[in-house]
């Protein structure tokens, strides 16, 4: 049992960490998109680079920040349900939840990326757009870290509905002791 507490806390700090630096992303994208809208309206001018850099950045947050987001408990479910349920049947419905809908979903995005990714990779693909970013490549490689950030989440969350069904919530780290 300890050892799931110790994987729990290590994903758990993990995606906290990638959620404060993704929250740092969310600035820098805002920022760069009122400067695009800034050069473009009161200056008459664009650049393909800047514009694809906000959109770049509101990907790798989207991608890299959803572990974090299941962390917190931000994605969507059927909370009217969820809510009123007993911490034991939400430990059962998040496990049968991660086991077989999250984990195979995420294998078979890693799976079906895979490909892609590498053909990326061979030819450093850049933007299309004149212009535009080079290191393309890169940016389709978070959909590897989406992947893992989000499945070792999902792991984690798991392993705190195992707790909670062996009867072993005094082991669960504090902060999550609301949540699971």
Same mark, same amino acid.
């Given at each position: 049992? #300890?050892?799931?507490? +110790? /994987? !729990?806390?290590?994903?758990? +700090?993990?995606?906290?960490?990638? @959620? #404060?630096?993704?929250? *740092?992303?969310?600035?820098?994208?805002?920022?760069?998109?009122?400067?695009?809208?800034?050069?473009?309206?009161?200056?008459?001018?664009? /650049?393909?680079?800047? &514009?694809?850099?906000?959109?770049?950045?509101?990907?790798?947050?989207?991608?890299?920040?959803?572990?974090?987001? =299941?962390?917190?408990?931000?994605? !969507?479910?059927?909370?009217?349900?969820? $809510?009123?349920?007993?911490?034991?049947?939400?430990?059962? !419905?998040?496990?049968?939840?991660?086991?077989?809908?999250?984990?195979? *979903?995420?294998?078979?995005?890693?799976?079906?990326?895979?490909?892609?990714?590498?053909?990326?990779?061979?030819? /450093?693909?850049?933007?299309? &757009?004149?212009?535009?970013?080079?290191? =393309?490549?890169?940016?389709?490689? $978070?959909?590897?870290?989406?992947?893992?950030?989000? @499945?070792?989440?999902?792991?984690?969350? $798991?392993?705190?509905?195992?707790?909670?069904?062996?009867?072993?919530?005094?082991? =669960?780290?504090? $902060?999550?002791?609301?949540?699971?």
């Amino acid at each position: 049992m #300890r050892v799931l507490v +110790g /994987f !729990v806390r290590a994903v758990d +700090g993990l995606n906290e960490w990638a @959620g #404060r630096i993704m929250a *740092w992303l969310t600035l820098v994208t805002v920022l760069v998109c009122a400067t695009v809208v800034l050069l473009r309206y009161a200056f008459s001018m664009g /650049f393909v680079w800047l &514009q694809e850099l906000y959109v770049w950045t509101y990907a790798l947050v989207f991608m890299l920040g959803a572990g974090y987001t =299941l962390k917190r408990g931000g994605h !969507v479910r059927v909370d009217i349900v969820y $809510a009123n349920m007993s911490r034991r049947a939400r430990a059962l !419905v998040d496990l049968i939840g991660t086991l077989l809908f999250l984990l195979p *979903w995420l294998a078979v995005v890693a799976f079906v990326s895979w490909p892609y990714i590498g053909a990326s990779w061979d030819i /450093f693909e850049a933007s299309a &757009q004149t212009g535009g970013m080079p290191g =393309l490549f890169l940016l389709k490689t $978070a959909l590897l870290g989406f992947c893992a950030l989000l @499945g070792l989440q999902g792991l984690a969350v $798991a392993a705190r509905s195992l707790l909670v069904l062996k009867g072993r919530e005094d082991l =669960l780290p504090p $902060a999550d002791e609301a949540r699971a």
